[in-house]
Nanobody
Framework: QVQLVESGGGSVQAGDSLRLSCAASGSDLSSYSMAWFRQAPGKAREFVSSVALVTGTTRYADSVKGRFTISRDNANNMLYLQMNSLKPGDAAVYYC????????????????WGQGTQVTVSS
């Protein structure tokens, strides 16, 4: 099994930056893909970004492309999401997720999830 713990959320002004972190433990993640999803109140969960841990191949939702950067530190089982130029529409609970094998933009395909970290953007 895989255990994921997110951190780094907070309350910021529009235009500010945050870096979210996800610490993974419990399994060998060498063959996994990891992703960030987010869910705003009253809205459906949506895909944000993903990375294949072996190759480093990344994918981004159009809404965050050019502003967010996903990265991983395989040696330390860490996943990051650097969020720049934050907008009020980015406010949500952000979740780290992991699955063995190929990337998926569908949250139901990921069996392992973190507890989430809250991001609030004002103005």
């Amino acid at each position: 099994q895989v255990q994921l713990v997110e951190s780094g959320g907070g309350s910021v002004q529009a235009g500010d930056s945050l870096r979210l972190s996800c610490a993974a433990s419990g399994s060998d993640l060498s063959s996994y893909s990891m992703a960030w999803f987010r869910q705003a109140p009253g809205k459906a969960r949506e895909f944000v970004s993903s990375v294949a841990l072996v190759t480093g191949t990344t994918r981004y939702a159009d809404s965050v492309k050019g502003r967010f950067t996903i990265s991983r530190d395989n040696a330390n089982n860490m996943l990051y999401l650097q969020m720049n130029s934050l907008k009020p529409g980015d406010a949500a609970v952000y979740y780290c997720a992991a699955r063995r094998g190929a990337y998926s933009y569908t949250g139901s395909m990921y069996p392992y999830w973190g507890q989430g970290t809250q991001v609030t953007v004002s103005s």
